[in-house]
Each structure stands twice: as structure tokens, then as C-alpha cells.
T-cell receptor, first 113, second 111 residues
């Protein structure tokens, strides 16, 4: 079955540490996205990519970085510059047409040690 | 600019009907999506409206009025498993296909 997989499910970050969240899809989707979800805040866009080797900043990109070296993969790095990283992170993919829904991974919950 | 409003929380009784409203003010419009999200889980797609009118899918229906910047999600014959957050997302704001999400409506279904 096609789908989108995020790992790990839970992640803990120490002070000054960078951590990387994995996102893989086998839906052959061109577009991939990273969202951050805080209680009562809805989904806020961190970064998105419409095609391999290209990505764009979303509304809250500061303190985060991404890469898109393969169509299937869109890892997110939470850097030490992100001072409040505790949140639920969701990866999504879509055909990119704007008329098709996004498919979401199960999320990664990141906490500070 | 873009602004999407939904009620924060709603409660309803099992077997009843509930309507969750979403109003939007965006600089462009390419369609409106509704997603369901259970606590700690991934959002799942419920419906998509791009033309005015009602789209029905079993117990769930979604309505759109583009002139009023208004949509609603109607849930009939409520079940306990319908307790979840319901997210409204608008595509096409500012000419971008990237959907912008509202803050979500937490629905609590009581027995």
C-alpha cells in the first residue's frame, strides 16, 4: 500500500543539539510539506518542496532546514537556533495541483530534555 | 492577507447532527478542504469543495458559498468515534496552491 512514513514517532532534543526528522513517501507525489502543530494553533507551514532539489520557506522556517535530494524523501532538521522546538511535526505530500488533498504521515512528537 | 476562522470547540450528543462552520478571507481561492484529526494522529481527508453547493459523502456533507467566504461541515448520526478535531483548509490564497489551515474545531460527542 502507498503511504507516507515519518520517523521517529517520539524524539528528544538536548540543548544545542540538531535533530533530524525523517519523511518518506511512495505515492509518487511531486510536492511535500512540513507542518508544525501546537495546541490551539492549527497547522503552520515550515517548508515545502514542489520538485526534487527545490524547496521554499513557509511561514515559520526560522530555526529549521530541509533537503529534497530524492522525490521520495524530505527530511527536516530542527537546529539549535529553534528555541522552542517542542511540538508535533507533520509531514505531508500531494500531487501539487492544489485540487488534490494532502496525505499526512503519523507525525513526530519532539520534546526538549 | 488570509484569515480562516472556525469555532474552537463544540459539543454534541450521540445520534444528533452537528454543523461546523468555517469562514475565510483570502486573496485568492482554489478550493476548500476538510480534514479530521484524532488526538495525536495524522489528519485524514474528508471533503473538497471548489464550486458552490453541497457535497454529500455518507454521514458527512460539506457546503461552500464562495461569495460569502463560508463553508460548513455537517455530521449526521453522530458516533462517539466522531470526537476529533476538524480542520478547514483553503487552497489558492495569494495565488499559491499551498493550503492554509484554520486552527481546527475540537468536537466532543457525549453519550
Amino acid at each position: 500500500d502507498g503511504g507516507i512514513t515519518q520517523s521517529p514517532k517520539y524524539l528528544f532534543r538536548k540543548e544545542g543539539q540538531n535533530v533530524t526528522l525523517s519523511c518518506e513517501q511512495n505515492l509518487n507525489h511531486d510536492a511535500m510539506y512540513w507542518y508544525r502543530q501546537d495546541p490551539g494553533q492549527g497547522l503552520r507551514l515550515i517548508y515545502y518542496s514542489q520538485i526534487v532539489n527545490d524547496f521554499q520557506k513557509g511561514d515559520i522556517a526560522e530555526g529549521y532546514s530541509v533537503s529534497r535530494e530524492k522525490k521520495e524523501s524530505f527530511p527536516l532538521t530542527v537546529t539549535s537556533a529553534q528555541k522552542n522546538p517542542t511540538a508535533f511535526y507533520l509531514c505531508a505530500s500531494s500531487s501539487g495541483s492544489g485540487h488534490q488533498p494532502q496525505h499526512f504521515g503519523d507525525g513526530t512528537r519532539l520534546s526538549i530534555l | 492577507g488570509q484569515n480562516i476562522d472556525q469555532p474552537t470547540e463544540m459539543t454534541a450528543t450521540e445520534g444528533a447532527i452537528v454543523q461546523i462552520n468555517c469562514t475565510y478571507q483570502t486573496s485568492g481561492f482554489n478550493g476548500l478542504f476538510w480534514y479530521q484529526q484524532h488526538a495525536g494522529e495524522a489528519p485524514t481527508f474528508l471533503s473538497y469543495n471548489v464550486l458552490d453547493g453541497l457535497e454529500e459523502k455518507g454521514r458527512f456533507s460539506s457546503f461552500l458559498s464562495r461569495s460569502k467566504g463560508y463553508s460548513y461541515l455537517l455530521l449526521k448520526e453522530l458516533q462517539m468515534k466522531d470526537s476529533a478535531s476538524y480542520l478547514c483548509a483553503v487552497s489558492g490564497s495569494g495565488g499559491s496552491y499551498i493550503p492554509t489551515f484554520g486552527r481546527g474545531t475540537s468536537l466532543i460527542v457525549h453519550p
